[in-house]
C-alpha cells in the first residue's frame, strides 16, 4: 500500500535472443472493474543479447478513485515482432491522497513490546506510516508490564512516547489489553514458561480493574480497545474463553 502520488515502478525486460533489440510496449493501469484509468507507452531501446534491459521508471497518474485495489498491466514485445506481446500483471492498492488519514486502514506493530525497534527510533517509523495514509495503529498495552506490583500501574516511558508520537502524528491508537500477571499466580498446574492467564475468578476480577484504569489512563488518545489478544488461540487444551 502506498500513496498515490507517491506511486513508481520500475520496469525493464530480458533480451533472450542473440542479437541486440528494441523492446516496445504499454503499461495500463486498471481498477477493479477494468477500467483503464492510466496508460503510457513504454520504448526500451537496445537491449543486448541475452541479458536485462536498463529499468525505466513509469510514475502514473489519474484523477479519482484515491483509495482501494488496482492494478498495473506491462505488455512488451519486440519493435519488428507480429507475434503476441509477454504480459505482466502487478496488483497493487492505494490507502489514501497524501496527508489524508484512512480511519479504516492501520497497521499492527510491537514498538512498545520492544523485539526491534529502539526507544525513539519507532517515532521516525510512525511519522512515515502517517504519510502513507495510516489512521490506526494496534499495539499492546501488557498487563504483566504495567501492573509491576498489586494495584500499582504505570506507563513506561516508552509506552508513553510511543501514545504521544501517535498523537502528533494524528493516528489513532488501537490498544490490546491481554495476558495475565504474574503478581496474581498462575493456573494449577500451569507451564512455568507460559504466561498465566486470568481463568480464575480472582484473576478475571483483577484483570477487569487492571482493563479500568489502562481505559483511564489512555482514553484521551480516542483509543480503540481490544480485549484479549487472539483469544481464539488453544490455552491448555481450551480457547481464551475469559476473553
Known amino acids: 500500500f502506498t500513496d498515490k502520488s507517491g506511486i513508481s515502478f520500475n520496469i525493464k525486460a530480458k533480451n533472450t535472443d542473440?542479437?541486440?533489440i528494441n523492446v516496445a510496449g504499454t503499461a495500463t493501469v486498471m481498477n477493479e472493474s477494468?477500467?483503464?484509468?492510466?496508460?503510457?507507452?513504454?520504448v526500451l531501446e537496445s537491449v543486448k543479447a541475452n541479458a536485462f534491459s536498463e529499468e525505466t521508471v513509469i510514475n502514473p497518474g489519474w484523477e479519482g478513485e484515491t483509495f482501494g485495489t488496482f492494478k498495473l498491466l506491462v505488455s512488451l514485445?519486440?519493435?519488428?515482432?507480429?507475434?503476441?506481446?509477454?504480459?505482466?500483471e502487478i496488483p497493487f492498492?492505494?490507502?489514501s491522497s497524501l496527508g489524508i488519514k484512512n480511519s479504516k486502514v492501520g497497521l499492527s506493530?510491537?514498538?512498545?513490546?520492544?523485539?526491534?525497534?529502539?526507544?525513539g527510533e519507532f517515532a521516525k517509523e510512525i511519522s512515515v506510516n502517517a504519510l502513507g495514509g495510516f489512521g490506526i495503529n494496534r499495539e499492546g498495552l501488557e498487563w504483566n508490564k504495567y501492573e509491576l506490583t498489586p494495584g500499582n500501574y504505570e506507563l513506561t516511558?516508552?509506552?508513553?512516547?510511543?501514545?504521544?508520537?501517535?498523537?502528533?502524528?494524528?493516528?489513532?491508537?488501537?490498544?490490546?489489553?491481554?495476558?495475565?500477571?504474574?503478581?496474581?499466580?498462575?493456573?494449577e498446574g500451569a507451564d512455568a514458561e507460559f504466561m498465566p492467564m486470568p481463568v480464575?475468578?480472582?484473576?478475571?476480577?483483577?484483570?477487569?480493574?487492571?482493563?479500568?484504569?489502562?481505559?483511564?489512563?489512555?482514553?484521551?488518545?480516542?483509543?480503540?480497545?481490544e480485549i484479549g489478544n487472539e483469544s481464539n488461540l488453544n490455552y491448555r487444551n481450551k480457547t481464551h474463553t475469559w476473553a
Open 18 to 20: 542473440n542479437v541486440d
Open 34 to 42: 477494468n477500467e483503464v484509468l492510466w496508460n503510457e507507452d513504454i
Open 77 to 88: 514485445k519486440p519493435e519488428d515482432d507480429a507475434g503476441a506481446p509477454i504480459e505482466r
Open 93 to 95: 492498492g492505494v490507502v
Open 109 to 119: 506493530s510491537h514498538y512498545v513490546s520492544g523485539y526491534e525497534t529502539e526507544n
Open 157 to 187: 516511558s516508552r509506552q508513553s512516547e510511543y501514545f504521544a508520537a501517535l498523537e502528533e502524528n494524528n493516528i489513532t491508537p488501537m490498544v490490546i489489553l491481554y495476558n495475565g500477571c504474574w503478581i496474581y499466580g498462575r493456573e
Open 200 to 225: 480464575t475468578e480472582y484473576q478475571r476480577s483483577k484483570y477487569a480493574e487492571y482493563v479500568k484504569q489502562a481505559v483511564l489512563d489512555t482514553k484521551d488518545y480516542g483509543t480503540i480497545y
